[in-house]
């Protein structure tokens, strides 16, 4: 059963960069479309970025495309998010989700999903 964990979320500065983990266990990450989710508090989820099982296809948010970067370890059965240039309205809790089919950003898709972690971007 695959089993998703994120990690690296914090606190930072507007301007500033992480890069959030998703660490699969279980099952191979290869053969999944992984993504990337937000949510606000008061808001809906929203879809970030995904990227294809075989790494080929790769999409982004209108309002995060030019900052974020989504890419994919599979030595080390990870998806990453690398986020540049926060901005306060990127606060959320950030969750990746995993299946087997398109990389699309309709968290409805997806199957598998890890616990969150959170993304704080204040002064």
């Known amino acids: 059963q695959l089993q998703l964990v994120e990690s690296g979320g914090d606190l930072v500065q507007p301007g500033g960069s992480l890069r959030l983990s998703c660490a699969a266990s279980g099952v191979t990450l290869d053969s999944y479309t992984v993504a990337w989710f937000r949510q606000a508090p008061g808001k809906e989820r929203e879809g970030v970025s995904c990227?294809?099982?075989?790494?080929?296809?790769?999409n982004y948010a209108r309002d995060v495309k030019g900052r974020f970067t989504v890419s994919r370890d599979s030595a080390k059965n990870t998806v990453y998010l690398q986020m540049n240039n926060l901005l306060p309205e990127d606060t959320a809790v950030y969750y990746c989700?995993?299946?087997?089919?398109?990389?699309?950003?309709?968290?409805?898709?997806?199957?598998?999903w890890g616990q969150g972690t959170q993304v704080t971007v204040s002064s």
């Open positions: 989700a995993a299946q087997k089919g398109l990389c699309v950003l309709w968290p409805y898709e997806y199957d598998s």
């Open positions: 990227v294809s099982s075989g790494g080929g296809a790769k």
